[in-house]
Protein backbone atom coordinates (compact mmCIF):
# COMPACT_ATOMS: atom_id res chain seq x y z
CA UNK A 1 0.00 0.00 0.00
CA UNK A 2 1.36 3.57 -1.01
CA UNK A 3 1.72 5.96 2.49
CA UNK A 4 0.42 9.51 1.86
CA UNK A 5 3.18 12.06 2.33
CA UNK A 6 1.88 12.55 5.88
CA UNK A 7 2.35 8.94 7.02
CA UNK A 8 6.08 8.42 4.68
CA UNK A 9 7.09 11.52 6.79
CA UNK A 10 5.74 10.70 10.21
CA UNK A 11 7.28 6.68 9.38
CA UNK A 12 10.79 8.01 8.18
CA UNK A 13 10.36 10.34 11.16
CA UNK A 14 9.61 7.88 13.91
CA UNK A 15 12.41 5.60 12.26
CA UNK A 16 15.49 7.73 12.35
CA UNK A 17 14.02 9.08 15.78
CA UNK A 18 14.33 5.63 16.98
CA UNK A 19 17.83 4.32 15.25
CA UNK A 20 18.77 7.77 17.03
CA UNK A 21 17.91 6.04 20.55
CA UNK A 22 18.80 2.91 20.12
CA UNK A 23 22.06 3.83 18.96
CA UNK A 24 21.92 2.90 15.21
CA UNK A 25 22.91 6.02 14.55
CA UNK A 26 25.18 6.72 17.48
CA UNK A 27 26.14 10.24 18.95
CA UNK A 28 29.16 11.78 16.79
CA UNK A 29 28.02 10.14 13.56
CA UNK A 30 27.74 12.62 10.50
CA UNK A 31 25.49 11.83 8.14
CA UNK A 32 24.51 13.78 4.83
CA UNK A 33 20.34 13.98 3.57
CA UNK A 34 21.63 12.31 0.39
CA UNK A 35 22.87 9.18 3.01
CA UNK A 36 19.47 9.26 4.84
CA UNK A 37 17.78 9.32 1.66
CA UNK A 38 19.56 6.24 0.67
CA UNK A 39 19.36 4.41 4.01
CA UNK A 40 15.72 5.05 4.03
CA UNK A 41 14.45 4.58 0.73
CA UNK A 42 12.64 7.66 0.42
CA UNK A 43 12.52 11.42 -1.51
CA UNK A 44 14.95 13.95 -0.48
CA UNK A 45 12.04 16.34 0.21
CA UNK A 46 11.10 14.27 2.94
CA UNK A 47 14.01 13.66 4.62
CA UNK A 48 14.28 17.91 4.53
CA UNK A 49 10.86 17.95 6.46
CA UNK A 50 12.40 14.92 9.16
CA UNK A 51 15.42 16.44 9.39
CA UNK A 52 13.55 19.58 10.63
CA UNK A 53 11.79 18.25 13.04
CA UNK A 54 15.14 16.40 15.07
CA UNK A 55 16.70 19.08 14.57
CA UNK A 56 13.96 20.98 17.29
CA UNK A 57 13.89 17.49 18.89
CA UNK A 58 17.89 18.21 19.47
CA UNK A 59 18.96 15.21 18.14
CA UNK A 60 20.67 16.31 15.23
CA UNK A 61 22.83 19.48 14.00
CA UNK A 62 23.41 20.85 10.86
CA UNK A 63 27.55 21.87 10.43
CA UNK A 64 28.36 23.82 7.96
CA UNK A 65 30.37 22.00 5.07
CA UNK A 66 29.85 19.10 6.88
CA UNK A 67 26.11 17.64 7.27
CA UNK A 68 24.51 16.35 10.05
CA UNK A 69 25.60 15.59 13.66
CA UNK A 70 23.61 12.83 15.65
CA UNK A 71 23.98 14.17 19.14
CA UNK A 72 23.90 12.76 22.46
CA UNK A 73 21.07 12.27 24.54
CA UNK A 74 22.07 14.83 27.11
CA UNK A 75 21.05 17.40 24.16
CA UNK A 76 17.88 16.20 23.12
CA UNK A 77 14.28 17.23 24.28
CA UNK A 78 13.75 14.48 26.65
CA UNK A 79 10.87 15.50 27.86
CA UNK A 80 8.74 15.79 24.47
CA UNK A 81 6.12 13.29 23.49
CA UNK A 82 8.08 11.94 20.21
CA UNK A 83 11.48 11.23 22.67
CA UNK A 84 9.33 9.96 25.41
CA UNK A 85 7.71 7.04 22.72
CA UNK A 86 10.48 6.43 20.80
CA UNK A 87 12.89 5.58 24.06
CA UNK A 88 9.98 3.56 25.60
CA UNK A 89 10.17 1.78 22.12
CA UNK A 90 13.76 0.84 22.47
CA UNK A 91 14.84 1.21 25.67
CA UNK A 92 11.97 0.69 27.52
CA UNK A 93 13.06 -0.62 30.92
CA UNK A 94 15.15 2.94 31.49
CA UNK A 95 12.77 5.13 29.77
CA UNK A 96 9.97 3.54 32.59
CA UNK A 97 12.44 4.11 35.85
CA UNK A 98 13.18 7.52 34.87
CA UNK A 99 9.75 8.85 34.34
CA UNK A 100 8.54 7.21 37.19
CA UNK A 101 11.13 8.36 39.68
CA UNK A 102 9.72 11.53 37.86
CA UNK A 103 5.89 10.81 39.30
CA UNK A 104 7.00 10.18 42.09
CA UNK A 105 8.59 13.91 42.76
CA UNK A 106 5.93 15.60 40.90
CA UNK A 107 2.54 13.97 41.55
CA UNK A 108 1.98 14.10 45.19
CA UNK A 109 2.53 18.13 44.88
CA UNK A 110 0.64 18.49 42.04
CA UNK A 111 -2.16 16.84 44.11
CA UNK A 112 -1.65 18.89 47.15
CA UNK A 113 -1.90 22.68 45.08
CA UNK A 114 -5.04 21.23 43.14
CA UNK A 115 -6.76 20.65 46.89
CA UNK A 116 -5.80 23.85 47.26
CA UNK A 117 -6.99 25.49 44.26
CA UNK A 118 -9.25 23.29 42.11
CA UNK A 119 -12.91 24.91 41.26
CA UNK A 120 -15.98 22.66 42.26
CA UNK A 121 -16.48 21.88 38.56
CA UNK A 122 -13.10 20.52 38.38
CA UNK A 123 -13.43 18.72 41.52
CA UNK A 124 -16.39 16.97 40.20
CA UNK A 125 -14.88 16.20 37.42
CA UNK A 126 -11.63 14.17 39.37
CA UNK A 127 -14.25 12.30 41.38
CA UNK A 128 -15.86 11.22 38.09
CA UNK A 129 -12.80 10.26 36.50
CA UNK A 130 -12.51 7.99 39.47
CA UNK A 131 -15.72 6.17 39.30
CA UNK A 132 -15.10 5.35 36.09
CA UNK A 133 -11.34 3.69 37.08
CA UNK A 134 -13.34 1.77 39.36
CA UNK A 135 -16.11 0.48 36.88
CA UNK A 136 -13.74 -0.10 33.76
CA UNK A 137 -11.22 -1.79 36.25
CA UNK A 138 -13.47 -3.79 37.82
CA UNK A 139 -15.20 -4.78 34.71
CA UNK A 140 -11.04 -6.10 33.28
CA UNK A 141 -11.66 -2.89 30.17
CA UNK A 142 -7.88 -2.20 30.18
CA UNK A 143 -8.35 0.48 27.36
CA UNK A 144 -11.11 2.29 29.20
CA UNK A 145 -9.36 2.19 32.23
CA UNK A 146 -6.19 3.58 30.64
CA UNK A 147 -7.95 6.59 28.82
CA UNK A 148 -9.83 7.16 32.30
CA UNK A 149 -6.73 7.14 34.00
CA UNK A 150 -5.00 9.31 31.92
CA UNK A 151 -7.67 11.53 32.09
CA UNK A 152 -7.66 11.59 35.54
CA UNK A 153 -4.27 12.87 36.11
CA UNK A 154 -4.27 14.94 33.49
CA UNK A 155 -7.35 17.17 35.41
CA UNK A 156 -5.17 16.32 38.83
CA UNK A 157 -2.30 18.27 37.13
CA UNK A 158 -4.27 21.17 35.68
CA UNK A 159 -6.61 21.88 38.30
CA UNK A 160 -3.82 23.59 40.78
CA UNK A 161 -3.25 26.35 38.36
CA UNK A 162 0.06 25.79 37.97
CA UNK A 163 1.02 25.96 34.20
CA UNK A 164 4.48 23.94 33.97
CA UNK A 165 2.00 20.88 36.10
CA UNK A 166 -0.35 20.97 33.83
CA UNK A 167 2.62 20.71 31.05
CA UNK A 168 3.81 17.59 32.52
CA UNK A 169 0.28 16.29 31.45
CA UNK A 170 1.25 14.57 28.36
CA UNK A 171 4.59 13.16 29.74
CA UNK A 172 1.95 11.32 32.25
CA UNK A 173 -0.46 10.03 29.50
CA UNK A 174 2.60 8.60 27.40
CA UNK A 175 4.03 7.17 30.79
CA UNK A 176 0.13 4.99 31.12
CA UNK A 177 0.34 4.52 27.79
CA UNK A 178 3.76 3.12 27.74
CA UNK A 179 3.07 1.21 30.66
CA UNK A 180 -0.44 -0.45 29.27
CA UNK A 181 1.10 -1.12 26.05
CA UNK A 182 4.29 -2.92 27.57
CA UNK A 183 1.92 -5.08 29.14
CA UNK A 184 2.88 -4.36 32.78
CA UNK A 185 -0.24 -2.89 33.82
CA UNK A 186 -2.62 -5.41 35.31
CA UNK A 187 -6.31 -6.68 33.65
CA UNK A 188 -7.58 -6.22 36.98
CA UNK A 189 -5.99 -3.21 38.82
CA UNK A 190 -5.48 -3.60 42.92
CA UNK A 191 -8.60 -2.80 44.72
CA UNK A 192 -6.06 -0.16 47.08
CA UNK A 193 -5.40 1.77 43.84
CA UNK A 194 -8.13 2.14 42.85
CA UNK A 195 -9.37 3.00 46.38
CA UNK A 196 -6.28 5.75 46.73
CA UNK A 197 -7.58 7.21 43.36
CA UNK A 198 -10.73 8.05 45.01
CA UNK A 199 -8.78 9.59 48.04
CA UNK A 200 -7.19 11.85 46.08
CA UNK A 201 -10.58 13.02 44.55
CA UNK A 202 -12.47 13.20 48.00
CA UNK A 203 -9.30 14.99 49.02
CA UNK A 204 -9.64 17.46 46.14
CA UNK A 205 -13.03 18.29 46.59
CA UNK A 206 -13.05 18.89 50.63
CA UNK A 207 -9.51 20.87 50.17
CA UNK A 208 -7.38 18.55 52.42
CA UNK A 209 -4.07 19.05 50.65
CA UNK A 210 -1.48 16.81 53.09
CA UNK A 211 -4.66 14.04 52.50
CA UNK A 212 -4.29 14.54 48.44
CA UNK A 213 -0.47 14.52 48.29
CA UNK A 214 -0.73 10.82 50.81
CA UNK A 215 -2.93 9.73 48.54
CA UNK A 216 -0.82 10.63 45.20
CA UNK A 217 2.49 9.83 46.83
CA UNK A 218 0.80 6.16 47.59
CA UNK A 219 -0.41 5.42 43.99
CA UNK A 220 2.85 6.57 42.44
CA UNK A 221 5.08 4.73 45.21
CA UNK A 222 2.69 1.26 44.39
CA UNK A 223 3.54 2.29 40.25
CA UNK A 224 7.48 2.14 41.31
CA UNK A 225 6.97 -1.17 43.51
CA UNK A 226 5.30 -3.23 40.44
CA UNK A 227 7.51 -2.08 37.94
CA UNK A 228 10.75 -2.21 39.69
CA UNK A 229 11.72 -5.71 38.57
CA UNK A 230 11.47 -4.09 35.21
CA UNK A 231 14.76 -1.76 35.64
CA UNK A 232 16.38 -4.01 38.46
CA UNK A 233 19.44 -4.46 36.17
CA UNK A 234 19.41 -1.44 34.15
CA UNK A 235 22.37 0.30 34.35
CA UNK A 236 21.87 4.35 35.13
CA UNK A 237 23.58 6.47 32.10
CA UNK A 238 23.72 9.99 32.59
CA UNK A 239 23.56 10.80 28.93
CA UNK A 240 25.61 9.71 25.88
Not at 14 to 38: C, F, S, Y
Request: overall charge negative; aromatic content about 4%.
Amino acid sequence: MTRSPRNLHEHLRDQVGQDIVAGRLAAGTIVKAEDLRARYDVSLSVVREVVRVLESLGMLRPVKRVGLVVLAMSEWTLLDPLVIRWRMTEAPAGQLRSLTELRVAIEPEAAALAARHATAEVAEEIMTLAARMRSSGRQGDVEAFLDADVAFHRAVLGAGGNELFAAFDTVIGEILAGRTGAGLMPQFPHPDALQWHFDVADSIGRQEPDRAREAMAKIVAKADDEMGRVWADEPRHPGR
